[in-house]
């Protein structure tokens, strides 16, 4: 089974900019892995936010923005806010078999 | 309203089963793709299994123990747990992958149950 990598944490200031990466342990990450993302607070369900590589829900922050880059997927972060802090996750598909990267615990401080 | 409810969580002892059961109302589970997601206490979130209409898949972790079926008349998923292992305590959550009434999908992980509880221990 692939091994999907994340970094394990990050930190980002109040209305600063933050990219977090997910790499597949097969080779480049390309948009037949069909990249999600996740962002998951503390005693709650997870939420996505990303999924497809880029495509947002109806309830995605506008700030949030997926895309590849460097043979990673990447979720970008635009002027974070205090409520961003959390945990986040990519899935990547591996010819149906869906495997999560194990999470970046981002800090806005 | 659209949602997920499972159930069938608790407290077993190594090696025995149990089966969880993932309540769907608001939409047939017939047409969707519906996966079980599971989190270990304190870690990350681990994809389990998946059902969709042209079978079943599973994660190394659950190949050969684990079971994921639906009943279409009552729009419910299970996932049939076998050969417990302390390992397998997590909270399990049912998630809609996506949602496909027609030849076009949509959803994409967009409703997430509540999760049940499943501790392995002696």
């Not at chain 1, 200031?13 to 080779?27: A, E, F």
């Not at chain 2, 994921?68 to 009552?74: A, G, V």
């Amino acid at each position: 089974q692939a091994v999907v990598t994340q970094e394990p944490s990050l930190t980002v200031s109040p209305g600063g900019t933050v990219t977090l990466t997910c790499d597949s342990s097969t080779g480049a990450v390309t948009s037949g892995h069909y990249p999600y993302w996740f962002q998951q607070k503390p005693g709650q369900a997870p939420r996505t936010l990303i999924y497809d590589t880029s495509n947002k829900h109806s309830w995605t922050p506008a700030r949030f923005s997926g895309s590849l880059a460097g043979g990673k997927a990447a979720l970008t972060l635009s002027g974070a806010q205090p409520e961003d802090e959390a945990d986040y996750y990519c899935l990547l598909s591996y010819s149906g078999v869906r495997v999560f990267g194990g999470g970046t615990r981002l800090a806005v401080l | 309203e659209v949602q997920l409810v499972e159930s069938g969580g608790g407290l077993v002892q190594p090696g025995t089963s149990l089966r969880l059961a993932c309540a769907a109302s608001g939409f047939t589970v017939s047409r969707s793709y519906m996966a079980w997601v599971r989190q270990a206490p304190g870690k990350g979130l681990e994809w389990v299994s998946l059902i969709y209409s042209g079978g079943s898949l599973y994660a190394e972790s659950a190949k050969g123990r684990f079971t994921i079926s639906r009943d279409d008349s009552t729009d419910t998923v299970y996932l049939q747990m076998n050969s417990l292992r302390v390992d397998d305590t997590a909270v399990y959550y049912c998630a809609r992958d996506r949602y496909c009434p027609t030849s076009r999908c949509s959803g994409y992980f967009d409703l997430w149950g509540q999760g049940t509880l499943v501790t392995v221990s002696s």
